[in-house]
């Protein structure tokens, strides 16, 4: 996705909005775009169809697996069955089962197994193998979109037999479906829609898949990855100025999962455009480490070079002193951009070795993530807080997920609704709230937190105000709080504008704006002019 996608580009297919961008190539990254004009907020990049897509598996697929021709979540042991090759479906009659963009191609080649089971079927039937045969069917079914797949970047430079990459896609992929299906095929059929084919192909496809793909999720709740010719020359940066989008209701079938990118903060005039392939809310260690394992590179971006990423403190970890004496001062890495970099005090001589660290960090991870597991009540998140918050600084990411999880239980939940819980909350939100701003300052990777923050900070000024109107206290005393509380739910909704066709934006939106409603008629009750 970066590192030199080398084909060239198609300019009449890649729908640049004129004059506002340009294709440029150098040795380091290879092919990336930069803004032709200054452009701002809302300006449109490009939009493009996608060249293929296909259905990751979901999240149980014990209980459901997606419809090959739909994508919509079907009961794994009961749902229907194609006709033909027997794969779990919707509905015999779904329109994508003779679609050759959906399942019309692949299930010739998934009927060489036609036996249906009911025993160990997330194995049986391998929805993440799905992609890589659609990649494969493009030359016969597509073949002007294989030759553009074909210039794709896949790094198998880097995915070499016993490689984590190499082993897992032979095992899970390609093995897969050579075995089960394509070493069955006739040669009449094999020469028809698979001309060219070899374990050696599939491996190249699972390549572009990691490196280029990107995650769709749909109103159903099921995930796609699609491959974009022109979307995947864009820069990565970790602090992106472009936001991405997806059609799933159209006109023309054809522009299902169309993608549209569009700028989100002001991009001076000859400035990279960007977007990010990692998670705005991980620290430096974190995102550069999943980067290089995943797209081969290794970030160098604003955000990663600086220590503090962006004054944020989000990867900060505090000192504990020397053993004779304490220290309040706090660790950063010296040089954010060696793996092997040490951590230095700010206040004393103290440093800690990097991969004590990561060693660390990831044991604090599989706390939070046992926490998760069991439920987190509200003493569970607090008893973990307090003691993760003696080893970090109070933004580090870590805590900040903890304190997501605590602010949106805080207020509902009975002996957890008191003045200094309410409090404890709205700055728990405010203070979430600064360090999102800073990270993705154009809502293009945390839209959705950013909107539970200020749904959840609106909850909590709304609760102060109705209980201190309640206790005698007049609403002209209380107009600032019903003025941040109108403020703080107005963001909430302004935040999600981009997310409304995913189904976590539209569910989110849908609370949100209810809530917004009952505002409204309560400040109309009283006669509140905000």
């Known amino acids: 996705m970066k590192k030199a996608d080398r084909g060239k580009l198609d300019v009449l297919n890649l729908n640049l909005v ?8 150098s040795e380091e990254l290879g092919r990336y775009l930069i803004a032709a004009r200054d452009l701002a907020p809302g300006d449109l990049v490009l939009t493009e169809r996608p060249l293929v897509f296909g259905p990751k598996a979901t999240v149980v697929p014990e209980a459901t697996m997606p419809c090959v021709g739909c994508y919509r979540p079907v009961p794994t042991d009961v749902g229907e069955r194609c006709a033909k090759c027997g794969w779990p479906v919707c509905s015999g009659n779904c329109p994508g089962l003779t679609d ?9 080649i998934l009927s060489a197994r036609p036996e249906c089971v009911l025993d160990n079927m997330p194995d049986y039937y391998r929805h993440d193998a799905l992609l890589p045969l659609r990649c494969a069917l493009l030359q016969s079914t597509a073949p002007e979109l294989w ?15 016993g490689t984590d990459a190499y082993d897992e896609a032979n095992e899970f992929i390609v093995e897969y479906l050579m075995n089960n299906f394509i070493n069955k095929l006739d040669e009449e059929t094999k020469k028809k829609y698979l001309p060219e084919m ?7 496809f699972c390549g572009i898949i990691d490196t280029n793909a990107l995650e769709i999720r749909l109103l159903e709740g099921t995930e796609l990855l699609a491959l974009y010719t022109n979307t995947c020359i864009m820069e990565h940066s970790c602090i992106p100025n472009t936001k991405h989008t997806f059609s799933h209701v159209t006109k023309d079938r054809n522009d299902f999962f169309k993608i549209t990118v569009k700028v989100v903060v002001p991009v001076l005039k000859g400035n990279h455009i960007t977007t990010m392939y990692s998670h705005a809310l991980w620290g430096t260690q974190a995102r550069r480490q999943h980067l290089k394992d995943t797209k081969y590179f290794a970030c160098r971006c604003e955000r990663c070079a600086d220590p503090t990423e962006l004054g944020t403190y989000i990867s900060a970890m505090k000192c504990l002193g020397d053993g004779d004496s304490i220290c309040d001062g706090i660790h950063l890495p010296e040089d954010p951009l060696d793996d092997e970099t040490d951590w230095a005090c700010n206040k004393c001589s103290v440093k800690v070795n990097g991969s004590q660290v990561l060693m660390l960090i990831s044991q604090m991870a599989e706390e939070i993530e046992a926490v998760e597991m069991m439920g987190g009540t509200i003493q569970m998140w607090e008893d973990l807080l307090c003691r993760l918050s003696m080893f970090l600084h109070p933004n580090h990411y870590h805590l900040f997920s903890i304190k997501h999880s605590l602010l949106q239980l805080y207020g509902r939940q009975a002996g957890y609704t008191s003045d200094e819980i309410l409090n404890r909350k709205i700055k728990m939100c405010k203070d979430l709230i600064d360090i999102t701003k800073k990270l993705d300052p154009g809502n293009a990777r945390l839209s959705l937190y950013m909107a539970v923050l200020q749904h959840e900070l609106h909850s909590a000024l709304v609760m102060i ?6 206790e005698g206290k007049p609403l002209d ?6 003025s941040e509380a109108k403020t703080a739910i107005n963001g909430a909704l302004d935040s999600l504008k981009d997310d409304m066709e995913e189904i976590a934006g539209k569910k989110l939106f849908a609370v949100i704006n209810e809530n917004k409603k009952d505002f409204d008629k309560y400040c109309k009750k009283k006669k509140i002019n905000v």
């Open 465 to 470: 105000v109705k209980k201190a109107n309640g």
């Open 18 to 25: 004129l004059c506002f961008i340009k294709a440029r190539t």
């Open 100 to 108: 050759p963009r959906h399942h019309g191609a692949e299930c010739v």
């Open 477 to 482: 005393d209380l107009k600032p709080l019903i």
């Open 147 to 161: 030759t553009k797949l074909s210039e794709m970047q896949s790094h198998m430079e880097c995915r070499s037999p």
């Open 198 to 204: 070899s374990a050696e192909h599939l491996h190249v």
